[in-house]
Every structure is written in structure tokens, then in C-alpha cells.
């Protein structure tokens, strides 16, 4: 089951189908470089490309093979200019604690340091928007100091506040939107991550760089 | 202009979606059933992609005040026109001034699609005038239809014609042809037997973001917790082993191992399906799946 498709002999990135439209490549630490790669190619074939925790999800037309263009984006080492795709940089004012982070002092007991010291770690350290999820404009933020990480809630809330910014696992990120969420909440935004009207709907975009400032 | 009477459980304005935002966190959206909106529109006049009415299990009561052309295509619903006029699936039905359209319980399957001349005419959000519930955006107010909302329509583009459309044969009962999925691998072999051996029964839990599934346990390798691109069709398995078959309005990304993905042939069948339902996976190659290309509904001529 699940067959590894390895196109020619000196592919290096393995991939799998999902349906036949759906072609997972696991393009690891080189994930956001791939993903600006691939998507500067505009190929008419590919619907959309999904970047993930250390893989891509290329969505291809229905009936549509593996365009050639693709395959060899994939079989061939990555051009150096794209090695490190420039993202924006952004800074969120964020209300950390309190009713707008319900589950600061928690997680800071549980991290052995005090409130203060874990918005100040939090808020030192600087993010990469590994990839959007969850809901549209949910950015998952990469480089959450180790001391930080923490397994997600036991239950999840039902309602979380929209512009919670939260912690689940190894990364930090932000609800744009109200609704359930399983993540633990430290604090909030009034930055609007989303906004279906914009011309970019979402605020931050992968490859984007994210710093935290206390309000 | 259409005024409702009496809304349904769940009617949803609708076009072909918006493909292409996934980078977003936006899924495609869009009709359940892409082709039958399609032909619906076709019946009344309008382009393929004019926006109409997704309508789910029990249907609305709908005012039309000037009169119209409307088409209904899907899953057969009790009907009645205040005309006294029968109420044809997959026609072009002309509606006089004042008349009422009144769709009660589906009758076989789930869901089924209203276009209307000229098409439904609320804004454009991302490309589309789909409704996406889990944000509350497009359509009308990023809601399902109220008692009480009126829905205007755009212009008609050409001249009416009386049509019947005949759906393409699709595959038969409850069997969904799947490609194994990327982590396939991660499940013991009760998990794959039973998964592609047994019989799984639809939950009422079950909405566009996702059909759950109940039945055998499809068990697997409690699985590392990464987040990986997902589309419409793909079937998770979460740690309870009961699967879950992404729907069109499904997260970008998921987090539980994917087991196989309904191919893009069979995933409008998922629009058919409702609580209670059984359905069985049956594995095809990548190649065979891609030649199941979207077969077109013919149209012809009332004569």
C-alpha cells in the first residue's frame, strides 16, 4: 500500500500520491523554498500547492499527469536564488496574559519560569510562517524556543477569542477567527489575520518573518 | 428575484468554488457536486459557473415575484409548484409571475442544486460567490438562506430554451474507489483489512467539512503529530480509527495519517451521501484513476 513513486534515477525527493490529484512530496527543511519555487512556475496544471510541516501537497488539474516542468523542479537540486526565499517581516502587538491569554500562567508554571519571563522569551524570538491551516489565515510559526513546546489542550475550548495567540506542540500561532480550538491561548491581537475582502486576505504568508511585541 | 418563504435545512448559494487559495488556509469550496450545478445552469441559460442553490436534505419555499427559469438537477426531493405545474428534475421549468417553488424532504440521496436565469447575484468574495460556512464568508452573508432573505439574479444572457439534461452514468451503490494514501504504510493489517474490506456507515456528525465514518477500527501506529496538505476526498484516520472523508469545505492541512483519497471522479458521489448511509472503499491505481475523467452531462432540446 501506498507506493513510493520515485520518477527517475536521480530523483532525491520522495513522493506519494493522496488521490491522483494530489502529489505529496517531502521536500523537509527545504519546504518554503520549494514552495517558492513551484509556485513562481505557474505551471496551468497545478491547481494549488499546499506547503505542510516538511512536505508539499501539489494539486494537479483533474486528468492531469505530472506536468514535466514538475518533475524535474523536483529531481534537480534547488536553484541557489530560491534557497532562501525573502519573506515580509511583520510586527504583532500582542496582550499577553489575562483574559486575552487565560493559559499564561499555566504554561509558564508547567515551563518552570515565571509569566514574565515567558512572554519575554516569547516575544525575543523571532518566527518563520512555516505554513497557513486549521482555518483560512492560521499561520503556523516556526522557531519556538524548545522551553516552550508544549502538547496540545486535553480538550479543546470551544470557543476561542479571535486574534488568540497560542501555543500547540512546536509551534505558536494565531486564531483569526473565533470558533474551537485546541491550542493553549497566552494572549491577543487586534492585528486581522484574515480578511476575505483584501487583496491578500491573509496577513501573513509563508516565509513571512513574525516578532511579537508586548503591548 | 426570488423570495424565501420558508428556508430549508441547510441551502447554500454556490458556484464552481475557488480553487488555487489552499497557500491561504482556504479549501476549493464550491458545489458538492461541480458538474450537476453545471448542467442545472446550463438548463436555464447560464454559464457553467453562475452561482445557485446548494440544497441539502429537507428544501425551501421559494416566492418567485417577477416569475423566472429555473432547472433542478441531484438528489430528487419532494416538489410542488403553486401552478399545480409537476416539478421535473433535470428540465428547464418556467415559472410564472408570483409563483411559489416548494422543495419538502429528499426522497433518494442528499443534496440537490437550483440554478435560476441569470444566476444568483450576491458579491464575489476570492474569486467566488460560494458560501464558506467554517468562516462565514460568500454567498448570502456567509450564512445558509433565511426566512425572510430575497436573492436577486443577474442579467440572462441568452434566450430560453426548453432542455432536458441526462446525468452520466456513475458508479452504483455505495462503493468509492480510492488511491491508497500517502501513509497507507502506518496501519497494521487489521487496520487495512478492515478499512478496505468491511463496510463503514456514515455518522450524523457529518457535514461539508467532513463525512464521518463509523465501523471496523482502521488502526495504525499511534502516528507523529505533523501538519501535511490535504484536499477534498482524502480519508484521515484520527487515533479512535474511525476514518473521516474530507469534504470541500475541509482544513488545507491535516494532522492524522491519510489512508487513501477518493479519486477526483468519485468525490461529487460524496454528495449523495447522508446519516445512516453504508458505504465500501475499493483501491485503483493512480494511472486507472486518472483516466475516470469527469464524464459531461448531455443536454438536448425538449421536443
Known amino acids: 500500500m501506498g507506493k513510493y513513486g520515485r520518477g527517475q534515477s536521480h530523483v532525491h525527493l520522495a513522493w506519494r500520491w493522496v488521490s491522483e490529484r494530489g502529489l505529496r512530496v517531502a521536500t523537509g527543511d527545504a519546504t518554503l523554498a520549494y514552495y517558492a519555487s513551484l509556485i513562481a512556475m505557474a505551471l496551468p496544471d497545478v491547481e494549488d500547492i499546499i506547503a505542510g510541516d516538511d512536505s508539499l501537497l501539489v494539486i494537479l488539474r483533474q486528468g492531469a499527469r505530472v506536468p514535466p516542468e514538475l518533475r524535474s523542479a523536483l529531481t534537480e537540486p534547488l536553484a541557489d536564488r530560491v534557497r532562501r526565499p525573502n519573506g515580509k517581516r511583520h510586527e504583532i502587538e500582542v496582550e499577553y496574559g489575562g483574559v486575552a491569554g487565560p493559559d499564561l500562567p499555566a504554561l509558564a508554571k508547567r515551563a518552570g519560569l515565571s509569566v514574565a519571563a515567558y512572554v519575554d522569551l516569547h516575544a525575543a524570538t523571532a518566527y518563520t510562517v512555516a505554513f497557513l491551516g486549521f482555518q483560512p489565515g492560521f499561520p503556523y510559526l516556526r522557531g519556538l524556543p524548545p522551553a516552550l513546546q508544549t502538547s496540545r489542550r486535553a480538550s479543546p475550548r470551544q470557543r476561542v477569542a479571535p486574534g488568540s495567540v497560542a501555543i500547540g506542540g512546536c509551534y505558536t500561532g494565531i486564531y483569526p477567527a473565533g470558533g474551537p480550538g485546541g491550542w493553549h491561548i497566552i494572549g491577543r491581537t487586534g492585528a486581522a489575520l484574515f480578511d476575505p475582502q483584501r487583496d491578500v486576505p491573509a496577513l501573513l504568508m509563508p516565509g513571512d518573518q513574525v516578532r511579537f511585541v508586548p503591548a | ?303
Not at chain 2, 4 to 23: I, K
Not at chain 2, 107 to 134: D, H, I, K, N, Y
Open chain 2, 1 to 303: 428575484m426570488i423570495e424565501v418563504l420558508r428556508a430549508g435545512l441547510c441551502d447554500l448559494v454556490m458556484d464552481l468554488g475557488r480553487p488555487g487559495r489552499g497557500t491561504l488556509g482556504v479549501p476549493a469550496g464550491g458545489a458538492a457536486d461541480p458538474p450537476a450545478l453545471a448542467a442545472a445552469n446550463r438548463l436555464v441559460g447560464n454559464d457553467a459557473a453562475a452561482a445557485g442553490l446548494e440544497i441539502t436534505l429537507a428544501g425551501p419555499r421559494l416566492l418567485f415575484p417577477l416569475g423566472g427559469v429555473a432547472a433542478l438537477t441531484g438528489a430528487r426531493f419532494a416538489a410542488s409548484r403553486s401552478s399545480g405545474a409537476p416539478v421535473a428534475w433535470n428540465e428547464t421549468l418556467v415559472l410564472a409571475v408570483g409563483e411559489v417553488l416548494t422543495l419538502e424532504g429528499v426522497e433518494t440521496g442528499c443534496r440537490c442544486w437550483l440554478a435560476v436565469r441569470g444566476g444568483l447575484a450576491v458579491p464575489q468574495v476570492m474569486g467566488s460567490r460560494s458560501t464558506f460556512l467554517p468562516s462565514a464568508f460568500g454567498g448570502q452573508g456567509g450564512r445558509s438562506l433565511r426566512t425572510g432573505d430575497v436573492l436577486h439574479c443577474g442579467a440572462a444572457a441568452s434566450e430560453v430554451r426548453l432542455l432536458r439534461a441526462f446525468p452520466p452514468l456513475r458508479g452504483e451503490g455505495g462503493c468509492l474507489r480510492v488511491v491508497a494514501g500517502p501513509q497507507a504504510s502506518q496501519f497494521d493489517d487489521a487496520g487495512l483489512t478492515a478499512f478496505f474490506g468491511s463496510p463503514y456507515r456514515v455518522e450524523a456528525a457529518s457535514d461539508r467539512r467532513g463525512l464521518r465514518l463509523a465501523g471496523a477500527p482502521a488502526s495504525h501506529h499511534r502516528a507523529e503529530l505533523t501538519s501535511q496538505g490535504v484536499l477534498a476526498g482524502a480519508v484521515q484516520v484520527p487515533p479512535d480509527a474511525q476514518p473521516i472523508i474530507l469534504g470541500w469545505d475541509g482544513p488545507v492541512t491535516g494532522g492524522y495519517p491519510v489512508i487513501a483519497g477518493v479519486i477526483a471522479a468519485d468525490v461529487p458521489r460524496l454528495a449523495q451521501l447522508k446519516p445512516g448511509d453504508a458505504i465500501r472503499f475499493v483501491t485503483i491505481e493512480v494511472e486507472a484513476a486518472r483516466a475516470q475523467a469527469a464524464v459531461p452531462w448531455t443536454i438536448e432540446e425538449l421536443g
